[in-house]
């Protein structure tokens, strides 16, 4: 995660230059380090929990009480590979709708979705190409909480800057 200079700068100038633009602000907090997805053939990207069904393991909202992500953050996937059907990541549609499509995602696109509201997971991957992307989450600088004490699942990091964040300006 660390001493990899020359992807943190291209990464936090994406951040600079395309995500801020999208929401016309100056200043931004954003996932310290993005992280790096891969979905293998026959496989899912992200695990789950021995309560989960098994058509839907692994499915979740990122503010699930497992996961603890702030319901103002923003998800974005940058994908290194072309992505769609089985290989890629299915997203409820609206919050609480229990309806679900696979984001359909190109080589030099960016994708956007509410992660905290919206129930998202994939199915196992049976197209024989892997899926590779990075992802992030940002939180608009005026919807940022410094008191969440709440931490990460994966990293036990809080979700404040200086841990799980950092905050960026142009």
């Known amino acids: 995660n660390d001493g990899w200079i020359e992807f943190t700068d291209m990464y936090e100038n994406f951040i600079k230059k395309v995500i801020m633009n999208i929401y016309s602000v100056n200043t931004i907090v954003c996932q310290s380090k993005p992280t790096f997805r891969v979905q293998l053939p026959n496989n899912i990207a992200v695990g789950g929990n021995e309560n989960d069904s098994a058509e839907k393991y692994g499915w979740h909202k990122d503010s699930d009480p497992e996961y603890n992500h702030p319901l103002t953050e923003k998800n974005f996937i940058v994908p290194l590979t072309n992505s769609r059907d089985n290989a890629s990541v299915y997203i409820e549609t609206y919050p609480n709708s229990n309806k679900f499509k696979s984001a359909k995602m190109n080589v030099g696109e960016v994708f956007n979705f509410c992660g905290a509201k919206c129930v998202h997971g994939n199915k196992p991957n049976d197209t024989g190409k892997s899926r590779v992307s990075f992802d992030f989450r940002v939180i608009l ?30």
Do not use: A, M, Q
């Open 141 to 170: 600088k005026k919807d940022y909480d410094e008191h969440l004490v709440k931490e990460s699942k994966l990293t036990n990091k809080k979700f404040i800057i200086g841990e799980y964040y950092s905050l960026l300006k142009k």
